[in-house]
């Protein structure tokens, strides 16, 4: 890969300093992603800072709801994740398992072991690959991205394919959401790299509203699907799920499928979403 | 005798693999080792007007960047095609030039046209990246079929229309009249789909060439060390073949793609020369899929003719074969001698007629990957026989039962004197295995969770250890394809073979002491292989086409009869016995009915002091042999894959894959067993998993792991591996091979099972669950219309 | 350049390096520890994993100067001596689980992270889990039929052990 210069950064307020001193640094995490495409001269940052050791920026923490003196309905924790929790370590928190199983087996089949190790919630989400997993959670969840200089809601973060809201100098430190009431997460791996040809979250939340998220077959990254939201609004089921006409325009065509298959793979994995949900 | 023929012994070079103490080529730092990267052309078809190196040269840290014309100029000749085939009309095939560093012109994305040579891989990286050359980029065409036609892109001046040979193979008027008057006919297009070999280890090469000595040395990922000496030597004149030694070290698998000598070892042989450093070169991946010779790749059509009680009267066969933008070594041989001459496969058939067009294309070469020919041969057979069986309405069991060849020798119509077999009782044994006469209670019963079951058959034949070196020359080899042993007792009774095969997975360390073992009764600890290195052994052809069972250790057990001969001497001298009384046995020399023994290293020891042996006997015990088979043999099986296809998604998910082969004699039934899972696992990985896709610009679109499927763990069963022998009646051991069988016999049995299961016969390989779901979405279009 | 420190196989190592250096880069070419190999550009084939700081991860999708200060066991420091081998390289080898060997180095240090993941948490190691585990370790020569078996035996292996 082509010369870098490498930075450790204390805490997130030095990596933010760090990245705003040059246009062409890049925040480094589990660098799962960065390092392949660095070597593959595809990407030639001068500066790398380095966030993996900054500990205010890893792990998980799962807030009660206030009690209101009713009976307590499942869901309405707030979770919040740190951006260099590594999906190994969010798909074995068992706490987090209990409240919001959805996000711990999206996690749980991310990559490989070895990659799961390593790869960061906070890199996944700042590539915004098209083909990655927890945008699509994110997205369904309605969650919150914490960032060095402001929040930002998963609505405006993701901007399109590897595109994101985030500014210069700007780094993750947090995502936060509300546990929902209800959520599941349907995936089709692309069979040669096993990225999502077709993931599908499915959420909904302690107040009824029904979010569904796309990952994989959107021509310009991760997306919310109107009809198989207000279907599923209408009536939380499979049967519902798979009812709904998923049209092909917008979606991607590759050697590994057609947008027409991936119209039928949303459909399908919307409907394993909400029955594994 | 615990270790020898027969014994599933523990393989002996395990230890230092499991302990990362292997010793791969890329392992190896020379001093004063300087490293190549090479500039390749981004375009498939291109003119080359000019190559402006001078950032490149500027860049510290690079030693020197040279090109084509340089290389040319020093008299570097062409990499050339060894097996000469010739057309229907007696023309010799037109093979176009092949220069390590293209000159004038590119013919595929990959080929290259200078290499930077620099202290440090990733300074050479960067300088070649700088290295500015003007093409003038040309018409491209990737498919044979297309590069066939009219019109098509001009790829080398002397191949009129990119066509290299025409060429044919049986009886062509009474295979037309057969089919003619046949009862019933099948007719099928055929596509075998494009592969990369992608042995886990990319290639790599060390050259060094010391000034002093004015000799050359080369590391390299071969599988046939020899072979490379000495068409580096006496085609390309890179070295003299006395003054070059070619190492093979541990080289991490090959299946046909590291039998090639190409470009960049050429390349880097000469650039040490120029630079007086030691130049080494490790592909990356990508670099492999733009570089290691494809496999396959062929477009066919086929027409078979049924009599009205369903015996096969004649097959038609027309054949395009994509040989890519250069001819490879073997490249020529792989779809005419090696493909056609099984078309007959297990069936008593009459009347077979193919012709086969061999094809240039703007594509990377392709040549022999693990099976050669015959997965594309036995692909035809089979997926015809399983469509016939669905067209007549009959079980295809019994369909090719039938039409089973029962007699051996059986001379077919193309060429091949099958020796013996017992397909039938294979098709039984796998059958009973896989409980085909459950089959329907078990399709019903997925019916009901949804999923469409499906089983299919495949009954394969293939043609091993080729062949007699007269009969391959007459055919157009230019190479004999015997093989070479030495054995070497020392004085101590330890032996030393050395062997011209290869290993790089296969177990020869352990197998060929297996041999010894049970000839000597000696234990294979006290056994050592000696290979891969042209210093150390005599010159040898090498590991491919399953041969080095049937002709590497055939030359071993011929070495050691002279051993024996001559041990039987001492031993008779000695014990003051006749040598017709001697015996050896349990690493002992006895005379028979007697308790009077010499020891084996007494033995050992007797030949080298030279003390007391027979008047006239010249000392020490060694013996070489050149082995040369009389025929090829035939390795054949029945293979059956049962499925299940998920409707929704198309994902399909081998519930069972049985394999009886027959394999003559084994020598280590586990690392038989090992080969027949790898092999299986490549042939289902063709059949649904793996494909080489280019754009209509040459651009390959799966050049990376993310995009080539390479089959994983979780993708692929349990295998239920089985052998049902006859011995082959060509060789001592009576040994038919087993490397590429796997390979060979899968994909039909796959493909039958899949198209079983969605009842649409109309599907290509890689099946994928995108293909699966569309054949099923035109099946349900048809069902509707 | 930048020294960068690590404890590897148990030792100490301290090598200067330039900040782009992977840290298979740093264990192959400046620990000259070859048994951790490349084959691959895209962290798929596996056949670089080492455990660091306990964990299985790929070494060539990781610079060195990241593991500054981690401790770092390739197959080379797997077992605990030289003339021993650890449980999961003994079944590999009365399993028939290579050919080869390329890939070997790889398989076997995520075996044996997997095999531990699981007994830590009192997970089964089914068949299918550990075709699941192996999505990251590409084999080209066994079909992974015996190296499934291989891991199957490391874990009663290591369990016994």
Known sequence: MYTTKYHKASDAANAASLLGASPEAKILAGGQTLIPTMKQHLAAPSDLIDISGIAELSGVTIEQRKKLGVLKAKGGETITIGATTTHYDVANNADLAAVCPAITGLAANIGDPAVRHRGTLGGSIANNDPAADYPAALLALGATIHTTSRDISADDFFTGMFSTALNEGEVIKSVSFQAPANAGYGKFPVPASRYAMVGVFVAKSIDGDVRVSVTGAGDDGVFRHAGLEAALSSDWSSASAAGVNVGAEGLLSDIHGNAAYRANLIGVMAKRAVDAA | MTEGIGARVLRKEDKRFI?????????????????????????????????????????????????????????????????????????????????????????????????????????????????????????????????????????????????????????????????????????????????????????????????????????????????????????????????????????????????????????????????????????????????????????????????????????????????GAYMSLFSSATPTYLYATLLSGQYNIENVYADVQGVYTNTVPVDAYRGAGRPEASFVMERMMETAARQLGVDPAELRLKNFVKEFPHQTPVIMAYDSGDFAANQKQAMDAADYKGFEKRRTEAAKRGKLRGIGFSNYIEACGIAPSAAVGSLGAGVGLWESAEVRVNPVGTIEILTGSHSHGQGHETTFAQIVAERFGLPTENVAIVHGDTDKVQFGMGTYGSRSGAVGMSAIVKAMDKVEAKVKKIGAHVLEASEDDIIIEDGAVKVKGTDKQMLWHEVGLAAYTAHNIPEGMEPGLKESAFYDPSNFTFPAGCYICEVEVDPETGVTKIIQFTASDDFGTIINPMIVEGQVHGGLAQGIGQAMFEGVVYDPDGQQLSASYMDYCMPRADDVPMYQVMHQSTECPGNPLGMKGCGEAGAIGSPPAVINAITDAIGNNNLNMPATPSAVWAALQEASKQAAE | MTKITMTVNGKAASKDVSDNTLLVEYIREHLRLTGTHVGCDTSQCGACVVHVNGQAMKSCTMLAAAAEGATVTTVEGLATSKDDLHPMQVAFKENHGLQCGFCTPGMIMTATDMVKRYQEAGKELTEDAIRHELEGNICRCTGYHNIVKSIQDGASKMTAA
Not at chain 2, 63 to 69: E, M
Not at chain 2, 127 to 154: F, H, M, R
Not at chain 2, 194 to 203: D, F, Q, S, W
Request: proline share 5%; aromatic share 6%.
């Open chain 2, 19 to 323: 302990t990362g103490k292997g010793r791969y080529t890329d392992d190896i730092i020379e001093p004063n080792q300087a490293y190549a990267a090479f500039v390749r052309s981004p375009h498939a078809h291109a003119n080359v007007k000019g190559i402006d190196a001078s950032a490149a040269l500027a860049m510290e840290g690079v030693v020197d960047v040279l090109n084509g014309h340089q290389l040319t100029g020093d008299g570097i000749g062409n990499i050339i095609c060894g097996w000469g085939v010739t057309s229907k009309d007696g023309t010799p095939m037109n093979m176009g030039a092949w220069s390590a560093l293209a000159t004038e012109k590119v013919r595929y994305v990959g080929d290259a046209v200078a290499v930077v040579i620099a202290d440090s891989a990733e300074i050479a990286k960067l300088a070649a990246e700088s290295v500015v050359v003007d093409y003038e980029t040309l018409p491209v065409v990737v498919g044979s079929v297309e590069a066939l036609a009219d019109g098509a892109p001009q790829i080398h001046e002397n191949a009129p229309g990119n066509l290299i040979f025409d060429w044919e193979i049986g009886n062509k008027e009474p295979t037309d009249a057969a089919l003619a008057s046949a009862e019933h006919i099948v007719e099928m297009d055929i596509v075998n789909n494009r592969l990369a070999p992608n042995p886990m280890e990319p290639r790599s090469a060390i050259a060094t060439f010391n000034e002093s000595e004015d000799h050359y040395t080369l590391y390299t990922t071969s599988q046939n060390p020899h072979v490379a000496r000495l068409v580096l030597s006496a085609f390309y004149n890179v070295a003299p073949e006395h003054k070059l030694r070619v190492i093979a070290p541990d080289v991490g698998g090959g299946f046909g793609s590291k039998i090639y000598i190409y470009p960049e070892e050429i390349t880097c042989l000469w650039a040490s020369m120029k630079t007086n450093r030691s130049v080494k070169w490790t592909s990356d991946r990508t670099e492999a899929f733009l570089t290691d010779a494809h496999g396959r790749d062929h477009v066919t059509h086929a027409k078979m003719g049924f009599d009205k009680n369903h015996k096969i009267v004649g097959l038609r066969v027309n054949t395009k074969a994509n040989l």
